[in-house]
C-alpha cells in the first residue's frame, strides 16, 4: 500500500499549509519594522577586548636591576582602560620596529592579572648575548615610548583539571617572570593552587626579584621560593644545578612541574626530569624560544652552513625577493628585510606564522615542530621554526598593525 | 590592482565549497579569510603532544565507497582526497523515556540494523518505524527535486512524486512522528538528533529532520583522519590548483559599490577590485557594520529584524586529552549523547537558561573511530552542549576562566554518575572553547556556529523557495548558515556550492 501520511485532518490542507511556507514567511518578513541593523553584538566585543589584534601602550615606568643586567617595563594603555585579561603564566609578544625590520619578541608577563584590570602589565627584559631585541630595549626604551603588544598567548599557566595541587616551578634567570606573575596572583586571590620555585641564579646579588619573591612569600604562605645558587655556595641558599635529586627534596604529593629558562637549563633537565618517573602530564615546560646554532642539529644538511639563499615572498597583492642566510630562520629573513610578517611565540608552537612553501626545502628542528598533520602534509611551515635549505617561494599572511 | 571575478569572504566551510565551485567554473577567485587558517570550524588546534579537533562530532552524508552520499561525491567531483574513518554507531543515548523509563540504548548505523535496534528496545515498532523511514525517502528525493529546480519546482511534479513530503513538510517534527503514530518510546530514541539541529522538536520542521537523520542513519557517519582541518586543507590545496589565490590574516571590512552594485572590498592588505563577492559573513553583519545603509533594501531590514536575533546553539566544548588509551577508561562509545530526558523542549529550554540548569551534554572519544586520533597509549575526548546566552552574556573577563572551568566540571561529573567514566587524574592536555572563543575565531554573531534558528516561519523549506528573494544585493551574496540549509558541515559545503552557482550564473549572464 502507498504511503499516505496525513498530519492534518484533511491532506489537502497540509498540502496548501507546504506551499504556504513561502507566503507564511514573507508575511512574518513583512510585519517586522524596518530598523536600521545593528552590527554589534556583546560576545563578539568582549571576545575582541579578551583577544584584540594588537595592543597599543605606552611605558610608564622603568625599574633598573643593574646587578642582574635587567629592566622591567611597567607598560600601560594611554587611556587606563583594563588591558587584556590573562592568565598568570601568559607572554606578551612585543612588536617593535629597529631600523628598517618589524619584529617580534615574546616577553612573559610579570604582574599579576589584577594589574591589567588597572590598565597595565609588567614584562622584564634581561640582557644576553647577542641578544638583538633585549640589549635595543635596554637602551632605547624610555618612559613615555610607545609600544605595540599582542593579546595574551599561551598556554604556561596553572589548570585545575590537569595539574597538581602543589606546582613545583623550576626557573633559571628571567625564567621567573611567569612564576613571578603566578606568585603575584596567588597573593592576590586569583590563583588558588600552591607554588614551590626552584630558583637558579648565578650568584646572591645576580637574583631577580629577590625582595619581591621574598615579600609575597612572607605574607602567603602558598608561595615558597628555594633559591639555587651556581657559581657560589652561601648558607641558606642551595647550590649548583637544579638536579633531580633537588627537585625530589621539594617534589610533594599531588604535584606538576613547571620549567621555564634559558635553553641550557632545559637541556640539563631533559637528563634530569626522567630520573623522576613521572607521567608526561605532570611535567610542563614554556616554550623553548628561538632555535640557536641550527648547524648542530641532527639532519641539518652540512653543504648549506655559510650559504645564503633567495625568498621569493607573496604577501596579498605583493611580491618581493629578498635573500635568507642559511643559520637563520625564515622568520628573521623576513623582519630583516621589512616585511610585516605576523608571529607570536617564536619557537614553532604557536603558528600564527604560518606560511604556505609553495616551493624549495627548509630544515624544521623536530623538538619546535609544532605543526598540525594536515600542515606538514601540504607544505605549510613555522617559519620562525624553519631554516632555508635552497631557494624558497613562500606565501605569507597578512598583519592587523596598522600601517 | 587585479579585478577578480569572485572574491569569497571567510574560508569557512560554505566558503571552500563557494570558492571551488567558481574555481572549477573558471572563475578568476580570491579567498580572504581573517583567520591565519582556513576552514572556520572546520580546523584543528596543538596542545603538546596532541593534535585536537575543535567541532567536527560527525559528517554527514559521506557514505561508503560502495554507497557514496552527496558529500562524498562532492569531493569527488571537486577532486578532494580525504582520509575517512568510519563512526562504528550512530549514537548511544543515556536518559530518560518520557514515560519515566530508564533509556540506554546504542544505536547502529545502517537503516535495517537501526530498524532491528528499534525493534529489541520497542518491541512492536518495526512497521512504524519502516513508514518512517519510506516517509524520510521521499523526502530527501524531493528535496533533491526541489534544489536542482533552484527555486522553481513544478508543483504538479511536487504532487503526484511527493504527496507525503507535501502533506508532511510544512509541520513540526513532534506532529509528524504524533500523525504517523510511533512508539512514544521510539520517538525518544529518535529526538536524540535534535541537538545536531539546534532546534527542539516542537520546532524543527519535519523536512529538515528527515533531510538529516535518514543521511546519517542510512550511510553511517564519517570523519577524516587527521581532524577536520585536513578537510579544509584538501580544499585549498585543490582550490590553488585550480588557480585561486588565498589571503590569510586578511580581514573585509567594507564593501565597496559603484551606484547600487558591489565592486570591491576594503581589508587590511588594501582594496580588492571584484565583479562579486560572495560573503560567508552573517548578514547581520553585513548589513550593520560593512556596507552603506542607504543601499540596504527595506525588506531585508524587516527580514534582520524579523529574526530578532534569534542565533541558534551557541556551542561550549570541552576537550580531554589523556595520558591512556580510552579502553582503560571504560569507553566504549564513540559519542555518548546524555540529555536529562527527552522532552528536547524542556531540554532545551534548560540549556539556554544557565549552566546550572543545564544537565546535557554530548561525549565524544575520538580514538573509538579512530584509533591515531592520538599518539599510541593516549585518548582525545570531548563535551559539548549548548550554552546559556546570559552566562556568556555577562561574564567578565576575570572571571571567563573560571566559569569555563566549572562548567567543563559539572560535565566531568556528571559523564561519571551517568556512565562511570572518570577522566580526572589521566589529564594531560586540556582546552575549553565557550561561545567567545567561537566569536573570537569565526566572528559568528553572538559566537554561535548556527546561524539564525531555522525554526518555525524561517525553516530550512521555506528559505529555500525564497532564495531568489531573500538579499538583493548587486555583485553579493551572503553564504554560510545564513543560508536555506542553516548550520552544520554538509548544510554549509551543500550550500556554499549551491549559491556559487548562483553568482556564476548571475555574472555569466551579465557578460552576454
Not at chain 1, 633531580?244 to 637528563?271: H, V
Not at chain 2, 533509556?103 to 529489541?120: L, N, Q
Amino acid at each position: 500500500m502507498a504511503l499516505n501520511v496525513k498530519v492534518g485532518l484533511v491532506g489537502a490542507l497540509d498540502m496548501l499549509k507546504f506551499k504556504n511556507m513561502a507566503k507564511v514567511r514573507e508575511e512574518a518578513i513583512q510585519a517586522a519594522p524596518a530598523r536600521e541593523v545593528d552590527g554589534n553584538f556583546t560576545i563578539n566585543t568582549k571576545a575582541k577586548e579578551l583577544h584584540p589584534d594588537y595592543q597599543e601602550l605606552v611605558v610608564c615606568k622603568v625599574i633598573d636591576y643593574d646587578k642582574a643586567g635587567a629592566k622591567t617595563f611597567v607598560l600601560k594603555r594611554p587611556d587606563g582602560k583594563p588591558v587584556a585579561y590573562f592568565r598568570a603564566g601568559q607572554y606578551l609578544s612585543l612588536k617593535m620596529q629597529i631600523g628598517t625590520s618589524f619584529i617580534t619578541r615574546p616577553y612573559s608577563i610579570s604582574s599579576s592579572p589584577k594589574l591589567a584590570l588597572e590598565g597595565k602589565y609588567c614584562i622584564t627584559v634581561k640582557t644576553n648575548p647577542g641578544g638583538f631585541a633585549a640589549d635595543y630595549m635596554l637602551e632605547n626604551l624610555h618612559l613615555g615610548n610607545k609600544i605595540i603588544v599582542s593579546d595574551p598567548q599561551g598556554q604556561f599557566y596553572y589548570e585545575d583539571l590537569r595539574d597538581g595541587y602543589n606546582i613545583l616551578a623550576l626557573a633559571g634567570g628571567s625564567g621567573i617572570t611567569p612564576f613571578l606573575s603566578m606568585a603575584r596572583a596567588i597573593r592576590d586571590g586569583i590563583e588558588k593552587f600552591n607554588l614551590t620555585i626552584l630558583f637558579g641564579s648565578r650568584t646572591e646579588d645576580s637574583i631577580l626579584f629577590k625582595e619581591e619573591l621574598c615579600e609575597i612569600s612572607k605574607v602567603c604562605p602558598k608561595v615558597k621560593v628555594v633559591h639555587v645558587l651556581s657559581d657560589e655556595e652561601k648558607d641558606g641558599f642551595e647550590h649548583g644545578f637544579i638536579t633531580a635529586e633537588l627537585i625530589r627534596k621539594y617534589l610533594l604529593d599531588n604535584s606538576s612541574i613547571f620549567i621555564c629558562g634559558p635553553e641550557a637549563m632545559y637541556r640539563f633537565l631533559d637528563g634530569e626530569i626522567p630520573k623522576l618517573g613521572l607521567p608526561k602530564r605532570l611535567v610542563r615546560r614554556e616554550i623553548l624560544g628561538v632555535t640557536k646554532h641550527v648547524e648542530d642539529h641532527e639532519g641539518y644538511p652540512a653543504e648549506c652552513i655559510g650559504k645564503t639563499f633567495t625568498i621569493r615572498v607573496c604577501r596579498g597583492p605583493e611580491e618581493t625577493e629578498i635573500p635568507a642566510a642559511a643559520g637563520e630562520s625564515v622568520l628573521v629573513a623576513l623582519e630583516r628585510a621589512g616585511i610585516k610578517a605576523p608571529s607570536r611565540c617564536r619557537s614553532g608552537e604557536c603558528g600564527w606564522c604560518r606560511s604556505k612553501l609553495v616551493s624549495g626545502d627548509v630544515f624544521i628542528p623536530e623538538e619546535t615542530d609544532g605543526r598540525r598533520w594536515a600542515d606538514k602534509e601540504h607544505n605549510y611551515i613555522h617559519p620562525c621554526a624553519s631554516f632555508p635549505v635552497s631557494d624558497l617561494v613562500l606565501e605569507v599572511a597578512g598583519e592587523y598593525l596598522e600601517q | 590592482m587585479k579585478l577578480y571575478d569572485v572574491v569569497v569572504v571567510g574560508a569557512g566551510n560554505a566558503g571552500l565549497s563557494a570558492a571551488i565551485t567558481c574555481a572549477l567554473a573558471g572563475k578568476k577567485t580570491l579567498v580572504i579569510e581573517q583567520h591565519n587558517l582556513p576552514g572556520g570550524c572546520a580546523s584543528s588546534f596543538r596542545r603538546g603532544r596532541f593534535e585536537i579537533e575543535p567541532s567536527l562530532h560527525e559528517l554527514c552524508d559521506v557514505g561508503p565507497l560502495s554507497n557514496p552520499g552527496d558529500v562524498r561525491k562532492m569531493f569527488d567531483e571537486y577532486g578532494l582526497k580525504v582520509e575517512w574513518c568510519e563512526v562504528p554507531d550512530c549514537f548511544r543515548v543515556v536518559s530518560k523515556y518520557r514515560d519515566g523509563g530508564v533509556m540506554d540504548v546504542t544505536m547502529p548505523s545502517g537503516i535495517e540494523a537501526f530498524k532491528d535496534a528499534m525493534e529489541k528496545y520497542v518491541p512492536g515498532s518495526r512497521p512504524k518505524m519502516d513508514e518512517l523511514f519510506e516517509l524520510m525517502q521521499e523526502i530527501l528525493d524531493g528535496i533533491a527535486y526541489i534544489t536542482a529546480s533552484a527555486g522553481q519546482a513544478d508543483s504538479n511534479v511536487l504532487k503526484e512524486k511527493y504527496p507525503n513530503m507535501l502533506r508532511t513538510g510544512a509541520y513540526p517534527t513532534q506532529q509528524v512522528f504524533d500523525a504517523l503514530k510511533l512508539p512514544k518510546r521510539c520517538q525518544d530514541i529518535l529526538s536524540t538528533y535534535w541537538g545536531y539541529l539546534g532546534v527542539d522538536m516542537e520546532h524543527l520542521s519535519f523536512i529538515h529532520y528527515a533531510a538529516m537523520v535518514h543521511k546519517y542513519i542510512s550511510r553511517g557517519a564519517y570523519i577524516p583522519k587527521h581532524t577536520s582541518h585536513e578537510l579544509s586543507n584538501a580544499f585549498i590545496e585543490r582550490f590553488r590548483e585550480l588557480g585561486g589565490e588565498i589571503w590569510f590574516n586578511c580581514r573585509a571590512e567594507e564593501f565597496l559599490f559603484t551606484g547600487d552594485r558591489l565592486t570591491g572590498v576594503r581589508t587590511n592588505l588594501g582594496v580588492i577590485d571584484t565583479k562579486y563577492v560572495l560573503a560567508n559573513i552573517n548578514p547581520d553583519i553585513i548589513y550593520g557594520k560593512m556596507m552603506p545603509k542607504e543601499l540596504i533594501p527595506e525588506r531585508e531590514k524587516k527580514l534582520v529584524a524579523a529574526r530578532k536575533r534569534q542565533f541558534g546553539a551557541r556551542i561550549f566544548t570541552a576537550y580531554f586529552c589523556l595520558d591512556v588509551p580510552y579502553e582503560e577508561l571504560g569507553i566504549k562509545d564513540y559519542s555518548i549523547f546524555m540529555p536529562e530526558s527527552s522532552d528536547s523542549a524542556e531540554e532545551y529550554k534548560n540549556m539556554t537558561g544557565s549552566w546550572e540548569t543545564n544537565d546535557y551534554s554530548i561525549f565524544l572519544c575520538y580514538n573509538v573511530a579512530n584509533p591515531d586520533a592520538s599518539p599510541e597509549g593516549t585518548c582525545i575526548c570531548s563535551f559539548t552542549t549548548f550554552s546559556a546566552v546570559d552566562d556568556w552574556n555577562n561574564v567578565t573577563p576575570e572571571k571567563y576562566v573560571e566559569l569555563k572551568n566549572k562548567v567543563a566540571k559539572k560535565f566531568l561529573w556528571k559523564l561519571k554518575e551517568k556512565t562511570g567514566i572518570t577522566l580526572q587524574g589521566h589529564i594531560e592536555e586540556m582546552s575549553v572553547a565557550t561561545p567567545w572563543t567561537f566569536a573570537r575565531y569565526l566572528n559568528a554573531p553572538e559566537g554561535s556556529v548556527y546561524g539564525y534558528e531555522t525554526r518555525d516561519w524561517d525553516g530550512m523549506m521555506a528559505r529555500m523557495m525564497m532564495l531568489s528573494q531573500d538579499y538583493p544585493i548587486k555583485g553579493m551574496r551572503p553564504i554560510g548558515t545564513a543560508g536555506p540549509r542553516g548550520d552544520g558541515y554538509s548544510s554549509a559545503y551543500i550550500c556554499g556550492q549551491l549559491l556559487a552557482k548562483l553568482a556564476i550564473k548571475d555574472l555569466n549572464t551579465e557578460e552576454v
